[in-house]
């Protein structure tokens, strides 16, 4: 545990630190204007560096200010312990219920991240069942697959909103189906290669015992494809979470971890931002993992691991 901790946290901390040091020429500008106004002393050659990018000069030659760079109510890049405080503030100490509360804002854009990753799944796995039984399907389906992920999805997430808002559709359901759109694909990909992957020496033998297709199916296809099954389910769960969250911002939603990036950058409240941004991350890892531990558990079951 050792070994996979120390490095962890050595580079864990290289980020903080660096991150500590980035936030002070960032954030330096407003520092010096509002000592100004206090009436502290400013050097010419402060105003003169202030008018150009000299962030970096600026935060060299005022050590003194440094402090006042990682405490400003409204920062260009907020310092991590005011992340952090944000993070404890509108989890821990708010109700659950709250529309303050990040829980709250993480649940309604879980909901609609899980509906869409089974519907991308289960579309995702008949999809390359049909694929690797089916030679016109091969040939038709999966070019138009491959063709549908060079659609960048900032620009169809709108389409996909207004057209289904035209027919009384609102709610989780338009965010769903953009998860379903983003994480269909690495399901396919990924149950298509886990299903092609017996060798012909395999195949042959299923033949020697006169297995049907669906015999050949059941009990050498699908238990190969596991490994690649669960392979592109991390990457699909991810990728759902990030088209709910698409999914929220063209709405003006006031629900939603996306909701919650866009009512900050209307206000300018970058600590807001960088809360929701590491909340969204927080709740990827937690998502991850659960694949990865439903993973372990099967994969041992069958023999395939430890």
Known sequence: MTRTLLPVLTVVLAIVAFWYLA??????????????????????????????????????????????????????????????????????????????????????????????????????????????????????????????????????????????????????????????????FPVVVGMVKGLRSPDAMQFDLLKTYNASRSETFWKLRLPASAPYLFASLKVGIAASLVGAIVGELPTGAIRGLGARLLTGSYYGQTVQIWSALFATAILAAGLVAIVAGAERLTLKRMGLAR
């Open 23 to 184: 936030a002070i020429p960032m954030n330096i500008h407003f520092a010096l204007t509002t000592a100004e106004r206090a009436g502290e002393v400013v050097t010419p050659d402060d105003a003169a560096t202030r008018r150009g990018t000299g962030g970096i000069a600026l935060a060299v030659q005022n050590p003194g200010q440094w402090a006042d760079t990682w405490a400003q109510d409204k920062p260009r890049l907020p310092a991590p312990h005011q992340v952090v405080a944000e993070l404890w503030q509108t989890t821990v100490m708010q109700n659950v219920t709250s529309k303050r509360s990040l829980v709250y804002h993480g649940w309604v854009t879980l909901s609609a991240t899980v509906v869409g990753f089974a519907i991308g799944t289960g579309l995702g796995i008949l999809l390359a069942i049909g694929i690797v039984h089916f030679r016109a399907m091969d040939m038709s389906v999966m070019p138009w697959a491959i063709a549908s992920q060079t659609i960048p999805i900032l620009a169809i997430a709108p389409m996909i909103i207004v057209v289904l808002n035209s027919v009384g559709v609102q709610g989780l359901v338009p965010k769903a189906i953009i998860s379903a759109y983003l994480s269909f």
